[in-house]
T-cell receptor, first 116, second 111 residues
Framework: ETGVTQTPRHLVMGMTNKKSLKCEQH?????MYWYKQSAKKPLELMFV???????ENNSVPSRFSPECPNSSHLFLHLHTLQPEDSALYLC???????????????FGQGTRLTVV | GDSVTQMEGPVTLSEEAFLTINCTYT??????LFWYVQYPGEGLQLLLK?????DKGSNKGFEATYRKETTSFHLEKGSVQVSDSAVYFC??????????FGRGTSLIVHP
């Protein structure tokens, strides 16, 4: 148990559906991240939020829309996805205290997404 | 190029064998270095870390030493178990709160 909770654990959706992934942490961390993990590919950083402000968007298609209403919650809204978007989506958080050299990240268990 | 480079897997070993997974990094300063482990169906968990040169991180029988002269942070374990089968990720953090991960190395341990 890392203190980062993701729901749902598994999701199957059609290409015309709209769904949302949820991430929650009560570790007091100020930075939160979405990563995509596909088979046989490196871990891909998608979005970064720091103190609720988006600071990174690594050329992610607009069919993925993040939302960070507060420092404890992070959402990833999904719409009109493609089959190649099927992957494990991981949420992580880390402290942002000013001493950034020790940037340990805490991960959730991930949401296994299948687009049919 | 990659700022964290890991050996490609899978690494396949018999139980009680010695394990080494190589990791090298590029950095302009003095990053913190980490090893994460991902068991099947799970997210990544921190395994060990080292924050300065010559530090040794250790946990669950795994060790890694921060080698500034060779920019390396190789993961070792003297005697692996079947339950160590997982994917291992080397990572660094430097001057930014966003950690950088290697591609991951799959370890398969047979009884």
């Amino acid at each position: 148990e890392t203190g980062v909770t993701q729901t749902p654990r598994h999701l199957v959706m059609g290409m015309t559906n709209k769904k949302s992934l949820k991430c929650e942490q009560h570790l007091g961390h100020n930075a939160m991240y979405w990563y995509k993990q596909s088979a046989k590919k490196p871990l891909e950083l998608m979005f970064v939020y720091n103190f609720k402000e988006q600071t990174e968007n690594n050329s992610v298609p607009s069919r993925f829309s993040p939302e960070c209403p507060n420092s404890s919650h992070l959402f990833l809204h999904l719409h009109t996805l493609q089959p190649e978007d099927s992957a494990l989506y991981l949420c992580a958080s880390s402290p942002r205290t000013g001493g950034e050299l020790d940037t340990e990240a805490f991960f959730g268990q991930g949401t296994r997404l299948t687009v049919v | 190029g990659d700022s964290v480079t890991q050996m490609e897997g899978p690494v396949t070993l018999s139980e009680e064998a010695f394990l080494t997974i190589n990791c090298t990094y590029t950095a302009t300063g003095y990053p913190s270095l980490f090893w994460y482990v991902q068991y099947p169906g799970e997210g990544l968990q921190l395994l060990l870390k080292a924050t300065k040169a010559d530090d040794k991180g250790s946990n669950k029988g795994f060790e890694a030493t921060y080698r500034k002269e060779t920019t390396s942070f190789h993961l070792e374990k003297g005697s692996v178990q079947v339950s160590d089968s997982a994917v291992y990720f080397c990572a660094r953090g430097e001057g930014s709160y966003i950690p950088t991960f290697g591609r991951g190395t799959s370890l398969i341990v047979h009884p």
